[in-house]
């Protein structure tokens, strides 16, 4: 069943690593040169605030009433720091690596995780031990962060800048795994939707990094990364459709609603 899972996002990759294959003629080269100075900047300028973040994780299955204990995990997967204490997102359905398995069985299949463990690892190689704060399955966010005290870390602001529209270039920053050396990745794509309800997501056309930021074409922040809630239970189906919104970006506001709702920033407003 996990073999079957992870092949099904294989193919969802394949198929958004094709229409990026057909989209790409849609630039002119003028378009190109300009966003490309800017990708090449934005990543210069970012590439810090993208960290990896290692996790221990035990999963525990419920199958038709049964209780049946998953194991624990070693994971590590990017997260975008947003504030210099070393305030950390993540995607939460990369912190639930069973929630897969419920998305095609809703009906049979529940499952459960805990982060037992978590690290914050910079690009040099050190880490921060962290521990998560909040999670919002709604959001697809979950808020690490680290236990040591006035950090001072590389972050990117969670800025609010104008609405973008169909068809508007777009700039994904990632960072890759240690077998590639830790390495920070860039790419540019377009905006191909916008899913309007019950919240505002941007759907587009190149595959992005779970928990890491896209950005305008004048390098401002649009949002996130996330995995669209729902959206595996049609990938069950073979929709299509289905594979192309899997991913999706959340905007800069709703992150920055949910930090309101950290118990640190609750006892800001307080004082």
């Known amino acids: 069943m996990r073999n079957y899972a992870l092949s099904i996002v294989g193919l969802a990759f394949l198929i958004l690593a094709v229409s990026l294959v057909f989209s790409g003629g849609a630039w002119t080269q003028e378009e190109k040169k300009d966003t490309v100075k800017v990708a090449r900047e934005v990543l210069q300028k970012h590439k810090d ?6 996790l221990v ?4 299955f419920i199958i038709a009433g049964n209780q049946m204990e ?3 995990e070693k994971l590590e997967i990017n997260g975008t720091v947003v504030a210099p204490s070393g305030l950390t997102i993540v995607s939460n359905s990369q912190t639930e690596p069973g929630s897969m398995f419920g998305a095609f069985d809703q009906e049979r299949i529940k499952t459960e995780s805990t982060v037992t463990d978590a690290k914050i690892v ?3 190689g050190k880490e921060y031990p962290a521990k998560v704060i909040l ?3 709604d959001l697809d966010l979950v808020f690490i962060k680290p236990e040591e005290k006035e950090l001072n870390l590389p972050c990117i602001g969670l800025t609010e800048p ?3 529209k169909i068809l508007d270039e777009i700039i994904a920053l990632s960072r890759l795994d240690r077998s590639c050396n830790r390495q920070p990745c860039v790419n540019i794509g377009r905006i191909t939707s916008i899913i309007e309800k019950p919240r505002v997501q941007y759907i587009v056309n190149i595959p992005v990094a779970l928990g890491c930021p896209v950005l305008d074409a004048s390098g401002n922040l649009l949002g996130l990364a996330v995995a669209r809630p729902g ?3 049609s990938i069950s189906s073979l929709d299509v ?3 192309l919104s899997a991913f999706s970006v959340i905007p800069c506001r709703d992150i920055t609603k949910a930090i309101k709702d950290l118990p640190a920033e609750q006892e800001k407003e307080k004082k």
């Open 49 to 54: 605030a993208i960290v990896n973040v290692a």
């Open 57 to 60: 994780v035990k999963t525990k």
């Open 70 to 72: 998953g194991g624990e």
């Open 122 to 124: 910079l690009a040099s």
């Open 135 to 137: 999670r919002d399955r």
């Open 162 to 164: 104008s609405e973008p």
């Open 231 to 233: 959206a595996f239970k």
């Open 241 to 243: 459709g289905a594979f």
